[in-house]
Structure formats: C-alpha cells, structure tokens
C-alpha cells in the first residue's frame, strides 16, 4: 500500500493520488494475476536446482517448498517477488539491501525488522549470533546461527547489537562463476509460491 | 458485609446520576477520582494528584479488567472517568460507557458511517467531551454529535463540513464554558482548515475560526495566489483553555501539500502554528508560528501545556509546548511572547530558533524531485502522543522518535476529496527508527533523561504525584518509570501497538491505571 501511495524514490515509480480503497483493490487485482510462466533470463533451472541443493549451500539457510534451513528467508515465491536484477545483488553482495522480516499488523506506522545480523552476549560472556525474527524494548526472538529459535529477556543480557549486515556471504565469481549463477537464478525464477498439496 | 456491600451500590448508583458542569471541569484537579477531560484538566498537564501507585509498590500492579471494542483498527481514545462510569470512543466512531468497577458496558454506541471516507491514518477516533448529561463526539463523517451520558442515546447531530470533500474529525472536543469546540482533520487532502464553537444545548455552531485566511483577511497575503482555498492547516488534537485570561490555546497542522511548496510561496499562516482564542467569538488575539512555509509536514498539532513560573525574576503565565519539528518552545501564554526554544532530538532541517523565535532553516534540505533526508522524518520528532507535566518534578514527559526520511517532492493537481501530498517520503533505509520518552526539563528545556523504546512509538504519558509515569510503547509494552529517573519499573506485555494515553482513576478509594491498546481497554491496580 505505502508503495502504491508513496511510490519509491529514485525510481519512477511514482506517488499516486488513489484513496486508501482504491488502492486494496489495486492490490487485490495484482494479488490475483496468475504468476507470469516465462523465464526471463538464460539458464538452465534443472542445473540451478543442483546447485541450490547442493555444494552452494543455498538450502543450508534458505527454504523452498518445504525443504531447507530456517536462518534466512523463505524463497519458495521468490521467482514472483523478486527482479533478477535484485536477485543477482542478493547473491553476489547480500548486504546491498537487506529482506524485509516479520511486520506488525497491528502498527500502523511501524517497519518490519530487517535480516540484519544480531549478537547477543550472555551475563556468562557467552556470544551468540543469528537474526531476529522479533524484538522489543524487552526481549528478542532469534533464530541463531546454529539454526536454533531462542529467545531472550534483555535484562538477562549484556549486550544485543545489530550489525547492518547480512549474515549470508557473498558469492563472487571464484564461488559460484557466471554461468553457475545463471542457472541459479533460472531456477530460482521458477519459484512461484505453491500449491499444498505440492509439498514435499 | 451485606450492609456494606449495598451501601457501596446505593453511593455509587447516586454517583452516576451526577451532572458534569462547567464548574466541575473548572476545578477537575480537585477530582482526582475522575478524568473529566481530554488531558485531565483545562492545563493540558495529563497528571493526576492520586498517589497510591508510587515507585515502591508499581511492582505490585495486576490486571483488573479488560473490555473489549469489538473492531479493529488503532484504538487512539483518551476516555473520560465521571463518578464511576467510563466513557470512551473506538475505531469506526464506537463509543462505549463502562462500569470503573468491572469493565462491564452500560450501553455502546456505533455511528453509521457513509461508505466512503478517507481520514489519512486510520478510522480512529481520540474521545470524548463532556458537559451536562451529555458527552460530545466529533466523528469521522465531519459531524459533531451530543450523546446522553446514562444511555448513549443521540441527542443532537450536526454537519461541520463536507466529508466528501475529505473533511473528517478524529478530535477530542473541548467543552468550555457552554459550547464544544473542535477542530477538523485533513491536511493530506487540501482542505481549508478550521477550529468550531458549537452550543453543548442545541449543537447550534457559535463560531468558526478559519486557520487559512480569506483575501482581506490578515495573514491572506502569506499564501501565493489561490493556494491558501487548498491550503490544508488542519487542527486535530485538543486544545487547552486558561480561565483567568480567557484564552484557547489551540495548535494547527501542516499547509497543504504538505511536501511541495512551490505553488504556496511564503509563510502560509496559520499553518504550525499555536492559536490562542477567545472562546467567546473565536476571534485571533495572538499567534505564534513554529514552522513557516513547512515542507516536512511538521504539524503543531501537539497539546501545549499551560504552566505557572518564575521566569527571569517574576512569576510567569507560560505555555511549553514540544513540537513535532523537534524542538521544544517556551512563550508567554499572555501575549504569544517567544521566551525560548531548544532541540530535544536530532535535528537537521533547521540549525536552530533566532531570538524572535523563527527557525534558521537549513536550505541545503529543501525537498527535491531526487530526495533529501531530513530529521526529524515527517512523522517528526514527537507527534499527537500526550505529554504529561509533573509539578513535583517540574518535567515534561515526551513520547519520541528518531526516524529520519527521504523527502522528495513534485507539483501535484489538487482534486477534491484526494490525497493532496506533493511527495513521497519513506524512512531513511538505513538506520531502523527506535524511539524513546524523554524527561524534558520545562523551564529549560534540558534532558533530564531518557527511557530507550525499541520502536517509535505513539502513545504518550500520563505522570501522578505518586512519584510514577506510565508509557507505552509501539511493540505492545505498558510501562510504569521512575518519574525523576526514569528508572524502569514494571511492565508488562499487552499484545499490540499502544496509540494512546493511560489515565487513572479512583474507584472504592482504589486507584486504577487504564490503557486503551490493540481493541481493548485494560484496567490495572495494585494487587489485594
């Protein structure tokens, strides 16, 4: 909605004059259009999936269609959220502009938490990393590094930091090469969310 | 104990027959059982002289009571407390009497909306006033109704203005003397702002004070050609009232478009502005301009509060007010005299006030078609939230945030009845807001300290002589602070966004606490 009324600066998307109706329709249309079938980049997404399974190590973090690690986002609607422009970025500079996490519905003003990098330091001195999946001024909910949801009272805690950061490493050309990631990509653009009785 | 339990039902069913007059809102700080208005008395200091709750015993703070709205949406009332009854307004224009005692409703009351309104932040409405046996809503299809106190029931209805056109309240009346005056919203929408008079008896309107003046009129001259017909300078948050001078102090909103300034050359009066009126006629007697020519959308629109000082060797009629702007203003309440003012936050778009009170504008952040960011960020340094002023410790409680934006801006046809913004802002991508209260010193303006929120927030504060303040924040915590330090000292978590304001009352000679959150009213006392 924000986007649609707001628009997004230094693009050309504008704002727009529509009342706050006009636009829930809007998005209702748009929420509706079957997801576009074209590919829209060269690859071969049957490698790409290897590749996201595999040795990469995509999956150790990021879930698809039910399959894959916890600690990133789910990307099984990927290929209908994403440009692959914004997708090439995500993997070869993931702190370019970091995913948008959980937001509140019931704040009205308020933004969502990002997939920054959060470091808890315990009263014992002991660290702990991971992304928080909630937090206010007295607690926080985080999925650690290990995988693992915790969660923290402050006061128990000697420290909570966020870095501006992702915790996903890049992916230069020496660890997944040109052609490498264009399957990637290819494959990752067939992700278009899913049907339930399709999962695995 | 039976005896007993039917004496408290007989005192207490008396207690709600009371009317409430204009000398009871007069004297409402001798009521601290009771809140009687929007901020609890005429000084707009949201302060109770109750002290039961004190930094000892908060720890001790339990649940008595919820009731429930039933509708969604921010749950912004600030409700009234008379004689054992509660009085409250809801998303959607609801409205509600609730047993103090028990939570339980007396009557509930919807308003039947036209289908099609545009209030730019929500269907919310900030409450009631009350005079009489009646309770006076302006609600959100411009209307400004009188309901009776003991059934809900409508006893007058009039149209202020055009809905369609965008007009609509959110505002909590002020009852003064014998009329209701309010002030409508739509600043988002170019509509021509105004603050009404209306007689509590008929719903007669008495006066209209028009905040963008008419050719002839003074001030016309500050707006560029046909600008000032769509000039906006809306007037949605309650004012306050002086007695002795006879004055309403009430602040106005941001000129329209509120992010593009190019057709609305010059200073745009009254636009951020705090008014002072009599309440006789409406009639100006001063001014004072916090923000000319705004291009942040930095609406005064928060409650100035009326303190009695000392100031440089004699005693002092003042008016503090902390601005959405970002700094914090002191002026003489008598004439509009600009005393001081002094940033109470990270502040870009100006280096600071001159000694005639006008910014010093940083003109390297006027909006452009590329974007500026600018702090504060246009939901400003503070906003609607209620601040709250101790007199034991000469503090001024503020809700803040730190948010900065990314303004752009670009010409925009005007359309009735349509968004009317001029821009696009969106929060600096960087740097996620967080917010805080601050205990701001009155007299000078100085950070006492300050109470970290996780999130910006919005909802205000409410300060007791029991040494205590209560806040809220954004991610659903109901907090009670140390008054002098600021030191945290319970909380609890009540499951969303707090838009409001706690008030306390007596009941039994026992002293609750009530904070409107999510689409309910939770009521807190010390546990037996």
Same mark, same amino acid.
């Given at each position: 909605?924000?986007?649609?009324?707001?628009?997004?600066?230094?693009?050309?998307?504008?704002?727009?004059?529509?009342?706050?109706?006009?636009?829930?329709?809007?998005?209702?249309?748009?929420?509706?259009?079957?997801?576009?079938?074209?590919?829209?980049?060269?690859?071969?997404?049957?490698?790409?999936?290897?590749?996201?399974?595999?040795?990469?190590?995509?999956?150790?973090?990021?879930?698809?269609?039910?399959?894959?690690?916890?600690?990133?986002?789910?990307?099984? !609607?990927?290929?209908?959220?994403?440009?692959?422009?914004?997708?090439?970025?995500?993997?070869?500079?993931?702190?370019?502009?970091?995913?948008?996490?959980?937001?509140?519905?019931?704040?009205?003003?308020?933004?969502?938490?990002?997939?920054?990098?959060?470091?808890?330091?315990?009263?014992?001195?002991?660290?702990?990393?991971?992304?928080?999946?909630?937090?206010?001024?007295?607690?926080?909910?985080?999925?650690?590094?290990?995988?693992?949801?915790?969660?923290?009272?402050?006061?128990?805690?000697?420290?909570?930091?966020?870095?501006?950061?992702?915790?996903?490493?890049?992916?230069?050309?020496?660890?997944?090469?040109?052609?490498?990631?264009?399957?990637?990509?290819?494959?990752?653009?067939?992700?278009?969310?899913?049907?339930?009785?399709?999962? !695995? | 104990?039976?005896?007993?339990?039917?004496?408290?039902?007989?005192?207490?069913?008396?207690?709600?027959?009371?009317?409430?007059?204009?000398?009871?809102?007069?004297?409402?700080?001798?009521?601290?059982?009771?809140?009687?208005?929007?901020?609890?008395?005429?000084? #707009?200091?949201?302060?109770?002289?109750?002290?039961?709750?004190?930094?000892?015993?908060?720890?001790?703070?339990?649940?008595?009571?919820?009731?429930?709205?039933?509708?969604?949406?921010?749950?912004?009332?600030?409700?009234?407390?008379?004689?054992?009854?509660?009085?409250?307004?809801?998303?959607?224009d609801?409205?509600?009497?609730?047993?103090?005692?028990?939570?339980?409703?007396?009557?509930?009351?919807?308003r039947n909306l036209p289908d099609k309104l545009q209030?730019?932040?929500?269907?919310?409405?900030?409450? &009631?006033?009350?005079?009489?046996?009646?309770? &006076?809503?302006?609600t959100l299809d411009a209307h400004?109704?009188?309901?009776?106190?003991?059934?809900?029931?409508?006893?007058?209805?009039?149209?202020?203005?055009d809905h369609h056109?965008?007009?609509t309240?959110?505002?909590?009346?002020?009852?003064?003397?014998?009329?209701?005056?309010?002030?409508?919203?739509?600043?988002?929408?170019?509509?021509?702002?105004?603050?009404?008079?209306?007689?509590?008896?008929?719903?007669?309107?008495?006066?209209?004070?028009?905040?963008?003046?008419?050719? =002839?009129?003074?001030?016309?001259?500050?707006?560029?050609?046909?600008?000032?017909?769509?000039?906006?300078?809306?007037?949605?948050?309650?004012?306050?009232?002086?007695?002795?001078?006879?004055?309403?102090?009430?602040?106005?909103?941001?000129?329209?478009?509120?992010?593009?300034?190019?057709?609305?050359?010059?200073?745009?009066?009254?636009?951020?502005?705090?008014?002072?009126?009599?309440?006789?006629?409406?009639?100006?007697?001063?001014?004072?301009?916090?923000?000319?020519?705004? +291009?942040?959308?930095?609406?005064?629109?928060?409650?100035?509060?009326?303190?009695?000082?000392?100031?440089?060797?004699?005693?002092?009629?003042? +008016?503090?007010?902390?601005?959405?702007?970002?700094?914090?203003?002191?002026?003489?309440?008598?004439?509009?005299?600009? +005393?001081?003012?002094?940033?109470?936050?990270?502040?870009?778009?100006?280096?600071?006030?001159?000694?005639?009170?006008?910014?010093?504008?940083?003109?390297?952040?006027?909006? $452009?078609?590329?974007?500026?960011?600018?702090?504060?960020?246009?939901?400003?340094?503070?906003?609607?939230? $209620?601040?709250?002023?101790?007199?034991?410790?000469?503090?001024?409680?503020? /809700?803040?945030?730190?948010?900065?934006?990314?303004?752009?801006?670009?010409?925009?046809?005007?359309?009735?009845?349509?968004? &009317?913004?001029?821009?696009?802002?969106?929060?600096?991508?960087?740097?996620?807001? $967080?917010?805080?209260?601050?205990?701001?010193?009155?007299?000078?303006? /100085?950070?006492?300290?300050? &109470?970290?929120?996780?999130?910006?927030?919005?909802?205000?504060?409410?300060?007791?002589?029991?040494?205590?303040?209560?806040? #809220?924040?954004?991610?659903?915590?109901?907090?009670?602070?140390?008054?002098?330090?600021?030191?945290?000292?319970?909380?609890?978590? +009540? =499951?969303?966004?707090?838009?409001?304001?706690?008030?306390?009352?007596?009941?039994?000679?026992?002293?609750?606490?009530?904070?409107?959150?999510?689409?309910?009213?939770?009521?807190? =006392?010390?546990?037996?």
């Open positions: 909605l924000r986007t649609i009324s707001q628009g997004v600066p230094g693009t050309e998307m504008p704002a727009n004059a529509l009342e706050d109706s006009e636009i829930r329709t809007i998005i209702a249309y748009l929420r509706a259009l079957a997801p576009p079938r074209n590919i829209s980049v060269a690859g071969d997404p049957a490698k790409g999936k290897k590749i996201f399974f595999g040795d990469v190590g995509c999956s150790t973090c990021h879930m698809v269609e039910g399959v894959g690690g916890v600690l990133g986002p789910d990307l099984s !609607r990927v290929g209908a959220a994403r440009s692959v422009s914004y997708l090439v970025d995500s993997i070869r500079d993931p702190d370019k502009e970091l995913s948008s996490g959980m937001t509140d519905p019931n704040n009205h003003y308020g933004l969502p938490l990002v997939y920054d990098t959060v470091t808890v330091v315990t009263t014992s001195g002991e660290k702990i990393i991971g992304v928080a999946r909630n937090e206010d001024t007295y607690s926080i909910q985080m999925i650690t590094m290990a995988q693992q949801l915790q969660s923290f009272l402050k006061r128990d805690l000697k420290e909570v930091s966020h870095q501006r950061r992702s915790l996903m490493p890049p992916y230069s050309e020496d660890a997944l090469d040109a052609a490498r990631l264009q399957d990637l990509i290819s494959y990752l653009e067939t992700l278009r969310g899913m049907d339930e009785k399709e999962v !695995r | 104990m039976k005896n007993a339990s039917l004496l408290i039902l007989v005192l207490a069913a008396a207690a709600l027959q009371a009317q409430v007059t204009y000398e009871r809102l007069l004297r409402a700080p001798d009521e601290p059982q009771n809140w009687l208005t929007y901020s609890g008395r005429y000084s #707009g200091w949201h302060y109770s002289t109750l002290s039961e709750i004190t930094t000892t015993n908060a720890s001790r703070l339990a649940m008595k009571w919820v009731f429930q709205v039933g509708d969604l949406g921010q749950f912004e009332t600030t409700p009234l407390v008379v004689d054992g009854v509660i009085y409250g307004t809801g998303q959607n609801r409205a509600f009497a609730i047993d103090a005692r028990t939570g339980r409703a007396i009557w509930r009351y919807q209030p730019c932040c929500g269907m919310v409405n900030r409450g &009631f006033a009350i005079l009489g046996n009646r309770l &006076f809503m302006a400004v109704i009188a309901l009776d106190t003991k059934t809900g029931n409508l006893l007058w209805d009039v149209t202020a203005a056109q965008a007009y309240f959110t505002v909590a009346p002020l009852a003064v003397k014998n009329e209701v005056v309010v002030g409508i919203s739509g600043g988002e929408y170019g509509v021509r702002g105004f603050i009404d008079a209306y007689d509590a008896a008929t719903g007669k309107r008495l006066w209209r004070f028009n905040t963008v003046p008419a050719p =002839g009129e003074p001030g016309h001259k500050t707006w560029k050609g046909d600008s000032w017909k769509t000039g906006g300078v809306p007037a949605w948050i309650t004012g306050t009232y002086d007695p002795e001078l006879n004055l309403l102090y009430w602040p106005t909103g941001n000129p329209s478009p509120s992010n593009y300034g190019g057709e609305r050359e010059g200073g745009n009066l009254y636009s951020d502005s705090m008014l002072a009126l009599d309440p006789d006629n409406g009639k100006l007697k001063w001014y004072f301009q916090f923000t000319p020519h705004d +291009l942040y959308d930095y609406d005064a629109t928060q409650i100035p509060i009326l303190l009695d000082a000392e100031w440089e060797g004699r005693p002092r009629k003042l +008016l503090a007010q902390a601005n959405r702007n970002g700094f914090f203003y002191v002026l003489d309440r008598t004439d509009g005299k600009f +005393l001081f003012a002094r940033a109470f936050g990270h502040v870009t778009w100006a280096t600071g006030i001159d000694q005639d009170g006008k910014p010093i504008v940083n003109t390297s952040l006027k909006t $452009t078609p590329e974007g500026t960011r600018v702090c504060p960020g246009a939901l400003g340094l503070t906003n609607w939230y $209620t601040p709250s002023y101790s007199p034991e410790t000469g503090l001024i409680y503020v /809700a803040t945030s730190s948010e900065c934006d990314i303004f752009t801006s670009a010409p925009q046809p005007y359309r009735a009845g349509h968004d &009317f913004l001029g821009s696009v802002y969106v929060p600096d991508p960087v740097q996620r807001p $967080t917010g805080s209260l601050k205990a701001i010193d009155a007299l000078t303006g /100085a950070e006492k300290w300050s &109470f970290p929120y996780f999130s910006n927030p919005n909802g205000g504060a409410l300060s007791t002589a029991g040494g205590v303040v209560f806040a #809220g924040d954004s991610d659903g915590n109901f907090i009670v602070l140390d008054a002098k330090r600021g030191h945290d000292l319970w909380h609890v978590q +009540l =499951g969303a966004a707090i838009y409001s304001t706690a008030i306390t009352f007596e009941v039994d000679q026992k002293q609750y606490v009530a904070i409107p959150v999510g689409s309910a009213l939770f009521a807190f =006392g010390l546990r037996e």
